[in-house]
Structure formats: structure tokens, C-alpha cells
């Protein structure tokens, strides 16, 4: 497999694990298939960790990306970009929805600034690329020098968490404006008119609705001369949180960690890191779907599935957090049950042999 922009192949999970992992299910204390798509969840878990059974995750880990976006100085959100900034003091004061959840999940958060317009606590700050991203509509979001830092920006922060004991990674966003990307990234990638592709985003009305719609389609064609080239694609087109993302994601695959991929955002970057190394698809789970039209255009794209449909589009790995108990609870049962010997339980093929001595 060839090294593509610098990273390196992409190994998929282990087969023969996830062979065994299937075989185990049908000797569990449960009727073959009864647990649905949790059986299914438990062997990619035990496939990815390449060892059966699977064992419960240690060290969860959210990964917030804080970017700000010119575009949205042009009216394509519900609120000013100051939130951003506002928004990441919250998340390290561990009053935001993704803080609550982590608790409930078992997972811990961090957040970077990667492209926050104005300064932040230098704590979450060491990997930051520039104020806000390009404008783009009317302009390229990043340099060439800009994307190659933030796509190195991403790589290292998986590497640092991975190194630190993370067993599952999530990457979670943040930042006013950043809907409209996503958008442009996914409907691009898939073939898309923007009208079928444009969300709400934060709720912006009837009037926000049509200027994001111009601004996507303005980016689109902005788009399509690079849509080829996933690295060019996100210097024109996207911005340097969505690059970092994007180098997140394809350095987790690269060390075969799994990820539960959060909404539009984080999905969008998917889509392009994907494209940058291939077959890293194969270590993310979708956890929801987003009420974004762009979310499940960019699903199918990547033939994923997700676990759990709330009708949430709030971003910051909000929704990864909500389904990590579904995929714990997967781990949970293809490690912790009994079989059928060791409980002493008969199957259904032992009961028709007794029938047939019985004869």
C-alpha cells in the first residue's frame, strides 16, 4: 500500500481475531445473533485490539478542535464568532455538554486551539496555526505552509494521546461557522448540489439559511479544481481545524486505536482523511446521526452505519459521548458472559442429541 501525503499505510484490524471474536458469540449464554448489532460492535472492538475477548476501555479520550472561520463574519451562523473562545474557557471549566457527558461515559476531554480567532489559555494553545481560517467563498482558507502545520498538528496530538494510554479516541469540534465547510467538504466529495446538502447549522432563519447556501455553492466552485487532492482540498476549501482533524483521524488508523466519529464536522474531516490514508475508515465508528442533510450524505460516502439517532446536532463530540455506553456495553458482553459450558447451560444442538439417544 503506498505512503500518501506523508502517512503512513493503514493496516486493517485483525481478521482472524474478529473470526474468533464471532466464533465466541455462538458459544455465549444467548440464542446465536439475540444482542443484535452489539455483537457486531464487539468484534470490531476485539478486531481493532486484536486480542479475544475484547477488554473494556481504560482511557477514553475526547479531543476537542477549536477553529474559527471567516466565513462566518458573512452571516451564515446564529452566533458571533467570539463563542468560540468563550466556548473552549467553558469546556476547560467543565461546564459544557461534552464535560457532562464524559463524566456519564467514562471518557476524559481535552481541547486544542488550532485556529481560535483571539488568544486562549496557552495550555490549549501550543498547537495553534493561525486566527480563524480564510473566508472561503472569496478566498483559500490556509497556506500551503498553514495546512502542512495543521495536518502535523493533528498527527502529533493523536501520537500524544495514543502514547499517553488512549485505547478509543473521539474527536469532538468546536467553532461558529464551522457547518459551512463541512458542507462544501461533503458536498464536493459526494457530487452534491448545495441545496440538498445545507443545513440549519446553529438555527440560523430563513434569510441566514440563504446566505450559507451562496457562501457553499461560492466554496464548492472554489472546490472542484482541487477535489482530487484531499491536501489542497482542505488549504482552498476547508481550514485548519478540519485539517488537524483530518490528520487526527488518519494517524489513529495508522496506530490502529479506534474512533467513535462524532457529527457533520468531525465526519466531513473523516471524508478527506479517508483520501489521505486509505482504508483508515475501517477503525472508526459512527455513533449518531446529525440532523445536518451533509451528515448522512457523507455516512453512505463512507459506508458507515451509526449506532443512534437523537435528532442532536450541537458538535463536540456530544453525540460519540451519548453512544460510547452502547459500544462499553458491546465490550461488556462478548468479554464478561458466560459460555455455555462454563455455566453448565445446554445448547440447542445438545438438546437434539439427547433426543436422538433417547431413540
Not at 495546512?147 to 495514543?162: F, P, Q, Y
Not at 451528515?295 to 446536532?313: C, F, S, V, Y
Request: with cysteine; glycine share 8%; hydrophobic share 50%.
Amino acid at each position: 500500500m503506498p505512503v500518501t501525503h506523508g502517512f503512513d499505510p493503514v493496516a486493517a484490524p485483525d481478521a482472524q481475531v474478529r473470526a474468533a471474536a464471532e466464533q465466541r458469540q455462538t458459544q455465549l449464554t444467548k440464542p446465536a445473533g439475540s444482542l443484535g448489532r452489539l455483537e457486531e460492535l464487539g468484534n470490531w472492538v476485539a478486531a481493532c485490539q486484536g486480542v479475544c475477548p475484547p477488554r473494556q476501555f481504560e482511557r477514553a479520550r475526547v479531543v476537542l478542535f477549536a477553529g474559527d472561520h471567516g466565513v462566518a463574519e458573512h452571516g451564515v451562523s446564529a452566533y458571533p464568532s467570539e463563542v468560540t473562545a468563550q466556548m473552549v474557557a467553558n469546556f476547560q471549566a467543565g461546564g459544557a455538554a461534552v464535560n457532562a457527558l464524559a463524566a456519564v461515559a467514562g471518557a476524559t476531554v481535552r481541547v486544542v486551539d488550532i485556529a481560535v480567532a483571539s488568544d486562549t489559555d496557552p495550555s490549549v494553545s501550543q498547537h495553534k496555526v493561525r486566527r480563524s481560517s480564510g473566508s472561503l467563498d472569496r478566498e483559500d482558507a490556509l497556506s500551503d505552509a498553514e495546512v502542512t502545520a495543521a495536518l502535523a498538528a493533528g498527527r502529533a496530538i493523536a501520537d500524544e494521546e495514543i502514547d499517553a494510554g488512549a485505547d478509543l479516541l473521539i474527536a469532538g469540534d468546536m467553532g461558529i461557522g464551522n457547518t459551512t465547510p463541512a458542507t462544501v467538504l461533503i458536498a464536493t466529495l459526494t457530487g452534491t448540489e448545495p441545496v440538498a446538502a445545507v443545513g440549519r447549522g446553529t438555527g440560523v432563519d430563513d434569510q441566514g439559511w440563504i446566505r450559507k447556501v451562496a457562501a457553499i455553492r461560492d466554496g464548492m466552485r472554489r472546490a472542484r479544481p482541487v477535489a482530487t487532492d484531499p491536501v489542497d482540498l482542505l488549504r482552498v476549501a476547508a481550514g485548519a481545524d478540519f485539517a488537524a482533524m483530518a490528520g487526527f483521524l488518519a494517524q489513529a488508523a495508522i496506530r490502529r486505536t479506534p474512533v467513535l466519529l462524532d457529527g457533520v464536522v468531525v465526519t466531513a474531516a473523516a471524508l478527506v482523511a479517508e483520501d489521505i490514508a486509505a482504508g483508515a475508515r475501517d477503525w472508526w465508528l459512527s455513533a449518531h446521526r446529525s440532523t445536518e442533510p451533509a451528515h448522512d450524505l457523507a455516512l453512505k460516502h463512507l459506508r458507515l452505519t451509526p449506532l443512534i439517532d437523537l435528532e442532536m446536532r450541537l458538535g463536540e463530540g456530544s453525540g460519540a459521548l451519548t453512544a460510547l455506553p452502547i459500544l462499553r456495553a458491546a465490550v461488556a458482553t462478548l468479554a464478561e458472559m458466560s459460555t455455555f459450558a462454563d455455566a453448565g447451560v445446554s445448547t440447542s444442538a445438545e438438546k437434539s442429541d439427547a433426543i436422538d439417544l433417547a431413540k
